[in-house]
């Protein structure tokens, strides 16, 4: 149980174009899902938190204009990165809570990377 | 949010030896859960201890929690090249994201 997925796994797009990931809960309901990105040999570092049907609250230092994120319902949230820029590249990594669970278990998704050219 | 701080940032040891990774917190917490990701892939959860608890077992994994200290420890015993990944704590406080320091690097040679 208690699976994250991801869509896709990995994309290349040219600088200033627009990118869509998909993050979704396959077996529960996600209230709340977190986004992350990690550069190389770095840590993951927490973008925003989302609940659904609510605004996504972002990470000082985040821009929000910048990364959109969309969690319209228990078990699909999306993150849009607008006008990429190389800068943007690096692994993005979805996580999934269910309220369900008392502990505040996070679900983790595979991962997108995301190469901007 | 707090991140944990894990210790030794990286460890090198050979198949069947155990491997032991510390972890500190700064305040009080929730439960405390460990992670691992194998290069280039999510983050899977390994094994959760709750702040009542003081040493908890899963197969090859024994994690212990002193929450005087502010410290947990994960063991793993009897490794293999397979556990080559990094690990990675995360203090839990209700209601909030986890957040990840720099994780552990182990790597297992055969």
């Known amino acids: 149980g208690a699976v994250v997925s991801q869509h896709p796994s990995w994309v290349i797009c040219k600088s200033g174009t627009s990118v869509k990931i998909e993050c979704r809960s396959l077996?529960?309901?996600?209230?709340?899902m977190f986004w992350y990105r990690q550069f190389p040999k770095q840590s993951l570092m927490l973008m925003a938190t989302s609940n659904e049907g609510s605004k996504a609250t972002y990470e000082q230092g985040v821009e929000k204009d910048k990364f959109l994120i969309n969690h319209a319902s228990l078990t699909l949230s999306t993150l849009t990165v607008t006008s990429a820029h190389p800068e943007d590249s690096s692994f993005y990594i979805c996580?999934?809570?269910?309220?369900?669970?008392?502990?505040?278990?996070?679900?983790f998704g595979p991962g997108t990377r995301l190469t901007v050219t | 949010s707090q991140q944990g701080e894990e210790d030794p940032q990286a460890l090198s040891i050979q198949e069947g030896e155990n491997a032991t990774m510390n972890c500190s917190y700064k305040?009080?917490?929730?439960?405390l859960q460990w992670y691992r990701q194998n290069s280039g892939r999510g983050l899977v959860h390994l094994i959760l201890i709750r702040s009542n608890e003081r040493e908890k077992h899963s197969g090859r994994l024994r994690v212990t929690l002193d929450t005087s200290k502010k410290s947990s420890s994960l063991l793993i015993t009897a490794s293999r090249a397979a556990d080559t990944a990094s690990y990675f704590c995360?203090?839990?406080?209700?209601?909030?994201?986890?957040?990840f320091g720099k994780g552990t690097t182990l790597s297992v040679s055969s």
């Open positions: 305040t009080s917490i929730n439960n």
């Open positions: 995360a203090p839990y406080q209700a209601g909030t994201a986890l957040i």
């Open positions: 996580s999934a809570r269910d309220y369900g669970l008392p502990y505040g278990e996070q679900y």
């Open positions: 077996d529960f309901q996600a209230t709340t």
